[in-house]
């Protein structure tokens, strides 16, 4: 049985779902895209998959780092009207590689903003990497846009802040993730019958290792994962495990369900991307091929869908689909998301932040790999948590764990 106050966030899915039957959606012919992170894995797949339907699709802006070079290409590319780069020193280098025709370049956190809610926007793709996904994430809410979220962080970090916001605006949240676009699709008419949700886990290129084995692990053997081609930071988080405990605590969020209604499953083959089980005892999974571009194209599609650029899964040639349970001896990291997420508060957010600064460390080969858990927990461990946290508080917990681990390392 779950608990009722998640009827809330089950009428926000509910409400989604009747949007798209009563023609609420959007339906104009090309739709203005801003993509906050176009030079990640997630933002370049996203092209990819906008250049292939540039007749319902527009890049209005692109937001990066500082990746100078690669983003010129891209505005080269796609032509986008705005441009956001970390500081101005890296809007300058990118005018020094000549004339781009963007209208407006915007820099820092205050530019993804002002990215995120153009009036003119209709789809906000976050893929930022980190917390920063925070405030342009709820900058897009208030404005009332469609949010395409890849970031992990806005979730973990604010997921009650953000909901709430979303639920108050009527702003659709359309996740990205394969997993929780999985759980999305399979939730079509279904949400209230929810009983169980089924977070399928490839467990990463060290799902069989011991805890033993673990400490043997380097920097190039973890960013070998089996299945997925993605980013190093969340390359690394699917080696620990933590990539899963952050989409639980996702999850909770996204579809109002308590946490001992989420369970972690490995599926070796990333075949199945999450399942949901409803009060008969039903079980639907969505199946695909471990290919971003079908989730990505889905939360911009949505409620139609198209023709992708992804290879098409043979179930002849499968052969088999093979399920386990994960190992929270081995993976420790699992077990503190749950923590976290059960306590609540800015907890999330502070697992969040020192596991942030732990992989970034662990890159640098600054720590070894099983550092990483050890790291989060005494952080963890450190924090004095603020049960009801408003977003500055949220803030000042995230700043303050980076501070603590990086003392700790």
Known sequence: MLHPCFANARLYIYTTFMQEKEGFIMNKKQSNVIILGSTGSIGIQALDVIRMHSDSFRVLGLAAKDEVQLLREQIELYQPEYISLAD???????????????????PGVEGLCELASLPEADIVLVAL??????LPTLAAIEARKRVALAN???LVAAGDIVMQEARQQGALIIPVDSEHSAIFQCLAGEARHLHRIWLTASGGPFRDFTREQMKAVDLEMALQHPNWSMGPKITIDSATLMNKG???IEAHHLFGVGYNEIEVLLQAESIIHSMVELQD???????GRPDMRIPIQYALT???RMESPVERLDFRTLGAIHFGRPDTQAFPALALAYEAGKAGGTMPAVL????E????????????FARIPLLVERVMEMHDMVKQPDLDSILAADAWARVRCEELI
């Open 88 to 106: 101005k020193e890296s809007i300058k280098k990118l005018g020094e590689l000549g004339g781009s025709g963007v209208k407006k370049a915007l």
């Open 129 to 134: 990497s980190g917390a920063i996904g925070i």
């Open 152 to 154: 992990k962080e806005t």
């Open 246 to 248: 952050l989409e639980v």
């Open 281 to 287: 005892g039903a079980f639907l999974a969505h199946l």
């Open 302 to 304: 949505y409620p139609e």
């Open 352 to 355: 969040n932040a020192a596991n």
């Open 357 to 368: 600064v732990a992989v970034n460390s662990f890159m640098q080969r600054r720590i070894d």
